[in-house]
């Protein structure tokens, strides 16, 4: 079971023996990239990282093509959390918030919360969004209870966040994953339940992909498909920005050339990309032309 893959990496895996499938991600570099965007305080830095994790776990057992986003908008102090992987596997994530925070941070308790998660392209429409109910205290519950209710099949997440990494685990019960002696086997769900309950966070958060799966399940003949490696990533291009001031309109536009002394920027918050525009370049796009400046800086 070695690779040489230990971290920013998602591990596909079947218990043969349970009739169980599972995915395992674990993000360092690349979380901490988006984690370095804010001074972010420690339950919503744990909870961003939670987010990141289980995007790139939603997409272990799909066929993808565009991204998985997971959003989170509440009347709250927390207002906004976003986070996405990408068919390409590359991520990147946010979260506002207003002081104070509570800490823990329930996510029950959040006044008129909604979280949805969206797969498909933006671009061309082709979207499937579903609304998660947020019942329960904690994301992985609460995606518990989603896939629950929207596939009818059990699963189980166990999710971990800190400074240096995140790190999410997820388990479903598949009928005749495995072959026949998952079939045979009715305490399996359960067995697999009760060794996943043995891992805690600390072990979580420092052990390798493959340590935990060995610790975990090597009674239950694991196969381990090839890894998919990960990475922090943005889809923000100039053409996007161009389009988004397209939507504001010529009256908007005017006003912030003229706040600005006539050049537009504007910063993608995923990456800091910088873009810039000037007057010609806002008159080439209000009156559908090609900007003439196809520049950009990193701040």
Not at 16 to 28: F, I, M, Q
Not at 214 to 232: D, G, M, N
Not at 271 to 276: D, L
């Amino acid at each position: 079971m070695e690779t040489v893959l230990v971290e920013d990496v998602l591990h596909r895996f079947v218990l043969e023996r349970a009739g169980v499938r599972g995915v395992l991600v674990r993000l360092g570099a690349a979380w901490r990239e988006v984690a370095a965007r804010a001074a972010y305080p420690v339950p919503l830095r744990e909870l961003l990282g939670e987010s990141l994790v289980a995007s790139a776990l939603l997409t272990g057992n799909i066929k993808l093509e565009g991204a998985l986003s997971i959003e989170l908008k509440s009347g709250g102090p927390l207002r906004l959390l976003f986070v996405e992987c990408s068919d390409q596997g590359r991520l990147r994530g946010l979260a506002r918030w207003q002081d104070p925070l509570p800490d823990p941070l329930d996510l029950s308790a959040l006044p008129g919360a909604i979280m949805a998660i969206t797969i498909g392209h933006a671009e061309r429409g082709q979207r499937y969004q579903g609304l998660v109910e947020l019942g329960q205290p904690d994301l992985a519950g609460a995606l518990e209870n989603y896939f629950r209710l929207s596939e009818q099949l059990p699963a189980r997440l166990l999710l971990a966040a800190d400074a240096e990494h995140a790190v999410g685990l997820m388990l479903q019960k598949l009928p005749g994953e495995g072959g026949h002696g998952a079939v045979e086997d009715e305490d399996a769900w359960n067995r697999v339940l009760h060794l996943t309950g043995t891992l805690g966070r600390e072990e979580m958060l420092s052990a390798s992909p493959e340590q935990l799966l060995y610790r975990l399940y090597h009674e239950e003949t694991v196969r381990l498909f090839e890894p998919r490696p990960l990475a922090f990533g943005c889809s923000c291009t100039r053409e996007r920005v161009e389009s988004m001031l397209r939507s504001l309109g010529r009256e908007e536009v005017e006003a912030a050339l003229a706040a600005r002394e006539g050049e537009i920027e504007v910063i993608c918050e995923f990456c800091a990309q910088r873009y810039t525009f000037d007057r010609i370049d806002a008159e080439m796009l209000l009156s559908g032309g090609v900007s003439s400046d196809t520049s950009t800086t990193a701040q």
